[in-house]
Nanobody
Framework: QVQLVESGGGLVQAGGSLRLSCAAS????????MAWFRQAPGKEREFVAT????????YYADSVRGRFTISRDNVRNTVYLQMNSLKPEDTAVYSC?????????????????????WGQGTQVTVSS
């Protein structure tokens, strides 16, 4: 399994921006599709964004499309989530995840079961 460590969370006012990072421990990181999920208190984990192993294909949840951007740097073994125009409803613990299959294509609407490695999560709080 790929070990993942997220960073970049924090407290921000509505309308502000944050950039989350997810660093992977292995060079094989570059061969897996990656994703960001989030979980708010009392709610199920939900899909946010996903990116192919090459970075050429991305998909977003409807709730964040146009505000969030997922990207990756396969030299630095890191995936990013740039979050702009943040809203209070974006408040959650954000976790990155690595796909189960090398070279596997990302799905447009993936579920947590599609991913085999997870980070511990980073808290994002958006105040109104």
């Amino acid at each position: 399994q790929v070990q993942l460590v997220e960073s970049g969370g924090g407290l921000v006012q509505a309308g502000g921006s944050l950039r989350l990072s997810c660093a992977a421990s292995e060079r094989t990181f570059s061969k897996y599709p990656m994703a960001w999920f989030r979980q708010a208190p009392g709610k199920e984990r939900e899909f946010v964004a996903t990116i192919s192993w090459s970075g050429g294909t991305t998909y977003y949840a409807d709730s964040v499309r146009g505000r969030f951007t997922i990207s990756r740097d396969n030299v630095r073994n890191t995936v990013y989530l740039q979050m702009n125009s943040l809203k209070p409803e974006d408040t959650a613990v954000y976790s990155c995840a690595a796909g189960k299959l090398m070279w596997g294509p990302p799905k447009a609407y993936p579920t947590p079961a599609d991913f085999g490695s997870w980070g511990q999560g980073t808290q994002v709080t958006v105040s109104s």
